[in-house]
């Protein structure tokens, strides 16, 4: 090379150079993993218009599940759907016989099984198959029915067919793709490949960046890692080989379904198009709701108290009609799921349909419930149509790379026999944490929205919160760290139980700390060993194999052969070298580091009722130091009341408040979301506000009130007392 080509090359290294730098400063050009979420094909909404989806389910719906309907598909059975306040219908597959019935008695309806049965859930009828599934499930194979180009094929075959055989009947309000689909097989410990690794090697480059890839990122079981996680230290941590797969999966799976509904929409564009038995936030089967509820316009989800929030958080604008599972037990729990879920935004009840019947004959509960169903759908939810969620400036983070941690930390308790493990709703660190943060702020009177990692990245932190709550959230990109600081800069609160960010979003340990320490004003000790966090032998709070049979039973739960160090406060110390409950002041905002657990709460809750709950201040008073405070309550709430909620909504200049029952609920992978402990008794009660009111009305009993601040009103526990009046608490 001559002397002019060698000042050409570095001249032109130095321009480039310049440029490099002027872009970075003037731009902002993001990191690689920054770049992805902002604009990868895994993060596009499909249609989610609010008008759209309103136009084709308008109101709260009752749709039996037509399981053992034993009136029948005639008069009889269209004028017990009346007069029972079943508003609703349900057909199957293609099946179209009885659609002149459902359009006689003029019953919405949801089509499952509009993409088949056996492709999305993996379902297998012999004893030999669901054996040979069990058998396969922990395994690094291929998934039995890989997602590639002959499924798709198949299964657009199947829409078109089963699409255009009902989109004549005006009634149809959505069409499900298939009932409990999974990449795995529901959330049960999976580790195969859903589809070719030329997929994968594409997505890690768009994530990692072309020249950060891994060049051979191979295929890994939990067993390559599990043996290593008593022996390192928080610094050794490296997981980014099975969450980059899990996450790949979830992605991959999303926008395959995804691409389905929008296929769906070409058919019938006046349609939603979702899934329904959806789970639990979770490691397996495609359940991360940041993706999830970008690729559906409708969703079951399963689970009153924990889906259902996080589904009500990420549903844009409230637009996208959510319903639950309904089993009948008793007629004061069936009437309190139904004004429950009506609070927390729920449009509608697809119910199992099984000893509703003898013979012909309805059995009387019916009865006792219709005057429930007709005003809620008749009423309560046309007068919702198209509301906003009011929270109280309060945000949860919502964060799937630290559930995949969760998961890898608690299955340490299981050792080789870790593919048994499931229910991670019921037991998981992750879920029992939030659950607990979820339970304190209601008690304490505080509405509250999950945030995600996606529109965090893509969009900030919306300037209307005060404070963010990191439950359980041991990773964090830096993307995410960069606006989290720019929250508290500005004057946000942060909060943190335990661990915050010590891991990347790829379940690698930040190797100087954790990435939001300057922010706690405090650092992090990545030496930190298994040995010095909670005390159980395990890097989490419970031995979940140990206490296996004990969830749900909080208490029992918590102290089956734990170890744990219990503080003065009454719950768990986290890091034992570590002090309680660090605050830092930073920019114009403040962060707390708590090193304890909240999970005790959910056993006080339970078992220990209003005076033990007052524990709570130890969480909830760095949160009301942010200036949130609530603005309606039960004047002299006792232990009568305790276990309230008060829920608002705003439409068309006007506030509705409902006031609920919060007990504990139970669900399994198969639906549910029947009440635990419900209290049924018949008490008075006076919602006290924090300033007047004005133009208010009992919108269930039509009675308009005086203007004031206190207002005396008749509860019966297991249903709603409904309020609206003019304006918002908080303009």
């Known amino acids: 090379m001559n002397k002019s080509s060698r000042l050409l090359k570095k001249g032109f290294v130095v321009v480039s150079i310049f440029l490099l730098v002027s872009v970075n400063v003037f731009t902002d050009t993001p990191d690689p993993y920054e770049k992805y979420i902002k604009t990868s094909k895994d993060f596009k909404r499909v249609k989610q218009d609010k008008d759209w989806a309103y136009k084709a389910w308008p109101s709260w719906i009752y749709m039996p599940w037509y399981y053992k309907w034993g009136i029948g598909k005639n008069d009889a ?104 689909i999974s990449w795995g097989s529901f959330v049960r410990p ?186 809620i759908g008749q009423k309560i939810s046309p007068m919702l149509a198209k509301g906003v969620f009011i929270d109280d400036k309060v945000a949860i983070y919502y964060s799937h790379a630290s559930i995949q941690m969760s998961w890898i930390m608690d ?22 944490v939030a659950r607990a943060w979820r339970k304190m702020l209601q008690d304490e009177g505080l509405q509250f929205t999950f945030i995600n990692y996606v529109d965090v990245i893509q969009k900030g932190i919306p300037s209307n919160f005060k404070v963010l709550i990191l439950p359980a959230v041991y990773c964090l990109s830096d993307a995410e760290a960069k606006q989290i600081k720019k929250f508290v800069e500005n004057g946000g609160t942060l909060i943190s139980d335990f661990l915050p960010a010590v891991f990347d979003q790829h379940g690698k340990a930040h190797p100087n700390g954790g990435a939001l320490d300057d922010i706690f004003g405090l650092k992090q000790d990545m030496n930190t060993p298994q040995s010095d966090v909670f005390g159980n032998g395990l890097w989490v709070e419970v031995d979940q194999d140990t206490c296996w049979s004990e969830a749900g039973r909080f208490k029992k739960f918590l102290t089956k052969g734990n170890t744990c160090t219990l503080d003065s406060s009454g719950f768990n110390k986290a890091v034992k070298s570590m002090k309680v409950k660090s605050h830092n002041k930073f920019g114009k905002g403040q962060a707390y580091l708590m090193n304890l657990s909240p999970q005790w709460y ?22 009301k130091s942010s200036g949130v405070k609530r603005w309606v309550e039960i004047d002299g709430a006792n232990e009568a009341s305790f276990g309230h909620e008060i829920v608002y909504w705003e439409k068309e200049g006007r506030t509705i408040v409902f006031l609920v029952s919060n007990p504990d609920s139970a669900k399994t992978s198969l639906g549910g979301g029947n009440s635990v402990g419900l209290k049924t008794e018949k008490i008075s009660v006076t919602l006290k506000f924090a300033k007047k009111i004005k133009n208010v009305k009992n919108e269930r009993t039509g009675e308009k009130l005086k203007d004031g601040t206190s207002f005396k009103v008749s509860w019966q526990q297991q249903e709603a007392v409904v309020l609206s009046f003019e304006g918002h608490p908080y303009k």
């Open 602 to 623: 959910n056993a006080y809750r339970q078992s220990g009722g209003m005076n033990d709950c007052k524990k709570r201040s130890t969480f909830m008073d760095p949160v």
């Open 77 to 180: 059975g269209g004028k017990f759907s009346k007069e029972m306040g079943y508003n609703g219908a349900f057909t199957d597959h293609n099946k179209r016989d009885y659609l002149p019935w459902i359009n006689k008695y003029k019953l919405r309806f949801y089509n499952d099984h509009t993409a088949g049965k056996g492709d999305l859930l993996l379902y297998h009828k012999t004893k030999a198959d669901k054996a040979s599934l069990k058998k396969n499930l922990p395994g690094t194979g291929m998934r039995r029915r890989p997602v590639n180009d002959a499924m798709v094929s198949k299964l657009k075959g199947l829409l078109s067919d089963r699409i255009n055989t009902l989109k004549s009947s005006p009634y149809r309000s959505a069409y499900s793709l298939d009932d409990e």
């Open 411 to 432: 299955s340490v308790a299981h050792g080789s026999t870790w593919p048994n493990r499931n229910g991670d709703s019921r037991r998981g660190t992750y879920h029992m």
């Open 190 to 375: 999976t580790m195969w490949k859903i589809t070719s690794d030329k997929h994968y090697r594409v997505w890690l480059k768009e994530i990692y960046g072309e020249k950060n890839a891994p060049a051979n990122p191979g295929w890994a079981s939990y067993n390559s890692i599990r043996k290593n996680l008593k022996g390192w230290k928080l610094k050794d941590f490296d997981c980014h080989q099975m969450m980059d797969q899990w996450t790949f999966n979830d992605s991959f799976w999303n926008n395959f379904l995804g691409d389905l509904v929008e296929y769906a929409n070409s058919i019938d564009p006046a349609t939603p198009v979702g899934f329904v038995g959806a789970q639990s936030p979770n490691t397996f089967g495609g359940f991360d709701y940041a993706k999830v509820m970008r690729k559906v316009q409708f969703i079951e989800a399963y689970g009153l108290d924990d889906t259902q929030n996080v589904v009500r958080s990420f549903n844009p604008k409230q637009a996208l009609p959510v319903v639950s599972t309904h089993f009948h037990k008793k007629v004061n729990d069936t009437t309190w799921q139904a004004w429950y879920a009506l609070a927390k935004g729920n449009r509608g009840h697809i119910g199992w349909v099984d000893k509703w019947f003898d013979g012909k004959t309805p059995k009387d509960w019916h009865a006792k419930v219709a005057p429930h169903y007709k005003e």
